[in-house]
């Protein structure tokens, strides 16, 4: 007999932010730019080229056209593109953490502007709204300091699909801590019953649902709680299983979708119900 699908005021939907909730490679390209500026111009651009390579190709085949290995190294491990910037510039051409802070910091807030161009993928945003219509719980957990973000969802327009917000979450950790919370009491290491009061409820792990494009940090620690899990693999590096696997976030649609208990028709409805930011 099939288990009994959860309400949807019990379903809980975890999303990353940079790379998942919206997307655009403007963000890296002005890290890079930022950071290469302490370099000499032979190295400067050297540095950039690897960069727009890794964007570009992905990591295994931007790799192999390096013909440095140190280089061609970076860009075979990178995770993502915060990665391959700040690996370029410690492994390779010696900048200081001190100046890739910097031009991290400097990056932050030229993503709330609108000279930084980023996008919210469309079938994204209308199926949260979907879920949030529908009285689904979708939780922002993200490693981007609250310095600027909340400037920067709104600059998104992002808050009315939110029903919370957890800056500098300290992923991969973090986000086991934050699982583990919204599963409720008698969770392996989650709140103690009592705890956190009577009314907090006991989710089963397919209640939620984690999505994110870094499979170590959004992926690894949801699985490992048996929840259900969406990757998007933009760069092909197979770091693991989940449960939906593709290169973007449309690919992962079908999915969430299926896990929600949504068909176009009710999500089409849905879409039309006023929201409250953080309600």
């Not at 161009?117 to 994204?124: A, C, N, Q, R």
């Not at 170590?216 to 990757?231: Q, S």
């Amino acid at each position: 007999m099939a288990e009994p699908r959860p309400q949807a005021a019990s379903l809980v939907l975890v999303t990353d932010f940079d790379g998942t909730l919206y997307r655009g490679d403007a963000p890296i390209r002005h890290y890079a730019a930022h950071a290469a500026r302490a370099l000499p111009a032979t190295a400067r651009t050297a540095m950039l080229a690897a960069v727009d390579r890794y964007l570009e190709l992905g990591s295994p085949t931007a790799a192999l056209r390096s013909a440095n290995p140190a280089e061609a190294d970076v860009l075979r491990r990178a995770i993502d593109g915060w990665d391959v910037v700040a690996q370029l510039g410690l492994r390779v051409h010696a900048l200081t953490l001190d100046t890739l802070n910097a031009a991290f910091d400097a990056t932050r807030v030229h993503m709330a502007t609108d000279a930084c161009d980023l996008e919210v993928p469309g079938g994204y945003r209308d199926l949260l709204t979907a879920l949030r219509g529908g009285g689904v719980r979708v939780v922002l957990a993200t490693n981007s300091p609250a310095a600027g973000l909340d400037t920067l969802l709104d600059r998104l327009e992002l808050r009315p699909l939110l029903s919370m917000v957890v800056s500098s979450t300290a992923k991969p950790e973090g986000l086991r801590r934050l699982l583990r919370a919204e599963l409720g009491p008698g969770v392996d290491g989650g709140p103690a019953s009592g705890a956190v009061g009577e009314n907090h409820p006991t989710r089963e792990p397919g209640a939620l649902f984690a999505v994110g494009d870094h499979w170590t940090n959004d992926i690894e620690p949801a699985a490992e709680l048996d929840v259900p899990t969406g990757y998007i693999d933009r760069f092909g590096r197979a770091d693991g299983p989940a449960t939906a696997i593709a290169p973007d976030i449309e690919g992962l649609l079908p999915a969430l979708r299926a896990w929600a208990g949504l068909d176009t028709t009710s999500a089409s409805r849905n879409t039309t119900k006023e929201l409250t930011p953080w309600s």
